[in-house]
């Protein structure tokens, strides 16, 4: 496998770990905003603004939830 080959898998399956990441902290939402004096929507905007700069920084449009 060529290097390039390699490096755009490396960003599919760290994009797909964002993905699983957005999909179970979307269900844990309560805690974790509750833990950082946050509403649920307040900390899920930031999850997800946070995910789409990873994914524009790989060449995506923006991040996905699995």
Do not use: C, P
């Not at 957005?22 to 649920?40: F, I, N, P």
């Not at 946070?50 to 939830?65: C, I, M, N, P, T």
Request: charged fraction near 25%.
């Amino acid at each position: 496998m060529a290097k390039v080959e390699a490096k755009q898998k490396a960003q599919e399956m760290l994009m797909h770990g964002l993905g699983n990441v957005l999909g179970y902290w979307s269900e844990q939402d309560g805690r974790v905003a509750e833990e950082l004096g946050l509403t649920d929507e307040q900390f899920h905007e930031i999850l997800v603004a946070q995910a789409d700069r990873v994914a524009k920084l790989f060449g995506y449009e923006r991040a996905w939830s699995n």
